[in-house]
């Protein structure tokens, strides 16, 4: 039987007294593939996400990149978080080429041309010279998926990366990730408490219960609207339907026990 590429076994999480993770936790995530993590505000989604990215460790169980059980970050599992994150003090395309510092495999001319290469595949190249303080909100996130991206990032961790930018920008940011992903070939793991977001964006959609979080829905959305996401389909009757099963899956779920 073949490895899944990312896997977790039986994870569990305990702060204190406090269960995040209640049940013991098991997914397994093919490589470039797309899962978002739906769930109410503090259901512990986010831990999960945390825990990839070697910033939290499990209680219990463990979550295995390749067979290998994960440790602390690396360059391998890059995260972006919803605040912005670059640096005021450098440019648009220093603060790209400061995700691959700790990059000794790579020449100092092959660093310029992975920089390059991330800031045309986010639409950036132009503003280059540019300070953080000159460009737009949307801008700036997409410095940091470009940071995060030319450090070498196999697996894409995204923390609500879009909850700060108006909706206009949220939608046209949520195409181009899309498009990013599967030009680049990434596996991504995006936290969302949107429903929309995570139907447009996602392969799957994993919902989860309000905190101790348990796995309530494993859905395949490529499976009923396809692999292209364009923005049109946000006005399709199968979005729709789709969206309203999840909505109705999440307020269940959110409302359970109670």
């Given at each position: 039987?073949?490895?899944?590429?990312?896997?977790?076994?039986?994870?569990?999480?305990?702060?204190?007294?406090l269960?995040?993770?209640?049940?013991?936790?098991?997914?397994?995530?093919?490589?470039?593939?797309?899962?978002?993590?739906l769930?109410?505000?503090?259901?512990?989604?986010?831990?999960l996400?945390?825990?990839?990215?070697?910033?939290?460790?499990?209680?219990?169980?463990?979550?295995?990149?390749e067979?290998?059980?994960?440790?602390?970050?690396?360059?391998?599992?890059?995260?972006?978080?919803?605040?912005?994150?670059s640096?005021?003090?450098?440019?648009?395309?220093?603060?790209?080429?400061?995700?691959?510092?700790?990059?000794?495999?790579?020449?100092?001319?092959?660093?310029?041309?992975?920089?390059?290469?991330?800031?045309?595949?986010?639409?950036l190249?132009?503003?280059?010279?540019?300070?953080?303080?000159?460009?737009?909100?949307?801008?700036?996130?997409?410095?940091?998926?470009?940071?995060?991206?030319?450090?070498?990032?196999e697996?894409?961790?995204?923390?609500?990366?879009?909850?700060?930018?108006?909706?206009?920008?949220?939608?046209?940011?949520?195409?181009e990730?899309?498009?990013?992903?599967?030009?680049?070939?990434?596996?991504?793991?995006?936290?969302?408490?949107?429903?929309?977001?995570?139907?447009?964006?996602?392969?799957?959609?994993?919902?989860?219960?309000?905190?101790?979080?348990?796995?309530?829905?494993?859905?395949?959305?490529?499976?009923?609207?396809?692999?292209?996401?364009?923005?049109?389909?946000?006005?399709?009757?199968?979005f729709?339907?789709?969206?309203?099963?999840?909505?109705?899956?999440?307020?269940?779920?959110?409302g359970?026990?109670?």
């Open positions: 039987m073949t490895e899944p590429y990312l896997a977790f076994d039986g994870v569990t999480k305990r702060f204190g007294a269960d995040v993770v209640g049940q013991p936790f098991d997914l397994t995530v093919a490589r470039n593939e797309f899962i978002v993590f769930g109410p505000s503090g259901c512990g989604k986010t831990t996400m945390r825990m990839v990215g070697g910033l939290d460790t499990p209680t219990g169980g463990d979550i295995r990149l067979g290998v059980p994960v440790g602390g970050p690396d360059h391998r599992r890059g995260m972006v978080f919803q605040s912005y994150s640096f005021p003090w450098l440019t648009v395309a220093e603060n790209v080429l400061f995700g691959m510092r700790y990059r000794t495999d790579l020449t100092e001319q092959q660093k310029r041309a992975r920089r390059d290469h991330y800031l045309d595949l986010v639409g190249y132009e503003f280059s010279d540019a300070y953080p303080n000159k460009v737009s909100g949307g801008m700036r996130q997409r410095v940091a998926i470009a940071r995060t991206l030319a450090a070498g990032s697996v894409l961790l995204m923390d609500e990366p879009f909850g700060a930018l108006d909706a206009q920008r949220r939608e046209k940011l949520q195409v990730l899309r498009g990013i992903q599967r030009r680049d070939t990434k596996t991504v793991v995006f936290v969302t408490h949107d429903v929309e977001e995570a139907v447009f964006l996602a392969d799957r959609v994993i919902v989860f219960s309000k905190r101790p979080a348990r796995l309530v829905a494993d859905i395949d959305v490529t499976a009923q609207l396809g692999a292209e996401r364009p923005l049109e389909l946000r006005d399709s009757p199968e729709f339907r789709l969206r309203n099963a999840v909505l109705k899956l999440l307020r269940e779920a959110a359970d026990d109670e």
